[in-house]
């Protein structure tokens, strides 16, 4: 299976989102792992490819209390880390996508 470069910019930010929320979900080793790999594998699923309201939803179940701002701030921090070094550019595609998951984050 070939992937373009947004693909793997999604997955990678799927990958790092999950681990972020396994940590919050007192997840580690091979656990954490599972989970975050689960969540990147969810990028090539159109059905499954909400993971922020998979998140929520697990932190809800999990009773982990997480405020939308602060979710969204950590988001933005990896969409910039899955966009990679000296490839984020002002006004780009990853902001564009930021700003549109920030829009659906807070209409909720």
């Known amino acids: 299976m070939v992937f373009d470069d947004e693909m793997r910019k999604t997955i990678r930010r799927n990958k790092l989102l999950g681990l972020w ?3 919050k979900l007192g997840l580690a080793g091979s656990d954490a792992d599972a989970y975050s790999n689960a969540l990147a594998m969810d990028a090539l699923d159109p059905e499954r490819s909400d993971v ?12 982990v209390i997480e405020s939308r701002e602060h979710f969204v701030n950590i988001l ?15 006004g780009g595609g990853i902001d564009a996508a930021a700003l549109q998951i920030k829009k659906n984050l807070t209409s909720r």
Do not use: M, V, W
């Open 21 to 23: 929320a396994a940590e």
């Open 52 to 63: 922020f309201s998979k998140i929520r939803k697990d932190f809800e179940n999990a009773g």
């Open 76 to 90: 933005n921090e990896i969409l910039l880390e899955a966009e990679g070094p000296g490839q984020a550019k002002a």
